[in-house]
């Protein structure tokens, strides 16, 4: 069973840094195209950013364009989420997820299209 687990959530105030880490088991990390969600109180859970299964290729949602940067390591079996000049609005549980890639080059932007999910962890960012 494919595994994630979510760590780096935390407190911070605005216009500070964080970075997220899921780190996968259970599988061979190279066969899954990853991506991070956010559910914030009262709202859906949108898509934050996505790569692919090559690390090549990412998509960021509109919200964190310029501001957030999604990473992978294969050696690690890890992926990252590099969050700068946070926002009040960041304020949400994050999410982990995967599936397995068809395509080396795609990554995929509908939650229903994952498979594997990680518990979560909350960020909150202090205005």
């Known amino acids: 069973q494919f595994q994630l687990v979510e760590s780096g959530g935390g407190l911070v105030q605005a216009g500070a840094s964080l970075r997220l880490s899921c780190a996968a088991s259970?599988?061979?990390?190279?066969?899954?195209?990853m991506g991070w969600f956010r559910q914030a109180p009262g709202k859906e859970r949108e898509l934050v950013a996505a790569?692919?299964?090559?690390?090549?290729?990412?998509y960021y949602g509109n919200a964190v364009k310029g501001r957030f940067t999604v990473s992978s390591d294969d050696a690690k079996s890890t992926v990252y989420l590099q969050m700068n000049s946070l926002k009040s609005e960041d304020t949400a549980v994050y999410y982990c997820?995967?599936?397995?890639?068809?395509?080396?080059?795609?990554?995929?932007?509908?939650?229903?299209?994952?498979?594997?999910w990680g518990q979560g962890t909350q960020v909150t960012v202090s205005s």
């Open positions: 997820a995967a599936t397995r890639g068809a395509q080396w080059t795609y990554y995929y932007t509908q939650s229903h299209e994952y498979t594997y």
């Open positions: 259970g599988g061979a990390f190279r066969n899954y195209a």
């Open positions: 790569i692919s299964r090559s690390g090549g290729r990412t």
